[in-house]
């Protein structure tokens, strides 16, 4: 596997990730369903459905939940969701519970070849039962920073924000210390690409 380790900021990401979907449409050529969903939070969210497998593209909203579920309605063939590009999630809630549903589900996970999982994406690659990582693909992690200006650097180790999401990545099977791992890696603004032999150690794939 071929993964870039390094950090960038924000910005400099948005170019990445136009060239990144256009790489994912054209690797999915013959899907037999495609919808663009507008998210509650003005965000946009493609999904593309071949055969057995959901391609999604986008930033995660807080309906997020409720479109995976409807997704398997419409296509209960489904097996695997492929992740193509996921600049972040605009409620972490909402990606937890979808990750939980994908878990429930019995889905796998897989992120494109050269695609990208960052920030909340992470999560919910987290929820496949089986969950690889394509050649070139990237998966990248940095602290969160609450809408209220809440900073976890602020917060007591014991705080009940820091259990939710450590219990999170229990119920996930990976250990604790990926997530104080995360809040490390780099500040809110910036993102870090681990290494495979990161992404080995803290048991964010199965093979």
């Not at 050649?135 to 820091?162: K, R, T």
């Not at 032999?197 to 048991?203: L, R």
């Amino acid at each position: 596997m071929n993964y870039r380790r390094f950090v960038v900021g924000i910005k400099q990401i948005s170019l990445l990730l136009c060239m990144l979907l256009l790489a994912g449409c054209a690797s999915v050529g013959g899907q037999t369903q495609k919808a663009s969903l507008t998210n509650r939070d003005n965000t946009q969210l493609e999904i593309y459905i071949e055969q057995n497998m959901a391609f999604i593209s986008g930033v995660l909203g807080s309906d997020l939940p409720e479109q995976l579920s409807e997704m398997v309605r419409q296509s209960p063939n489904v097996q695997t969701l492929v992740l193509v590009d996921i600049p972040g999630s605009i409620d972490q809630e909402a990606t937890m519970q979808a990750a939980r549903l994908i878990r429930r589900l019995g889905l796998n996970t897989h992120i494109a070849r050269t695609g990208y999982v960052l920030s909340g994406g992470v999560d919910l690659f987290l929820g496949g039962v089986k969950r690889n990582i394509g050649p070139g693909a990237g998966l990248g992690v940095h602290s969160w920073y609450d809408q209220l200006g809440i900073d976890p650097e602020e917060l007591n180790l014991a705080d009940p924000i820091h259990a939710t999401y450590v219990n999170f990545y229990l119920e996930m099977g990976v250990p604790e210390r990926f997530y104080w791992f995360s809040l490390d890696a780099a500040p809110a603004e910036r993102i870090y690409f681990m290494s495979p032999e990161e992404i080995y150690d803290f048991q964010l794939v199965t093979d």
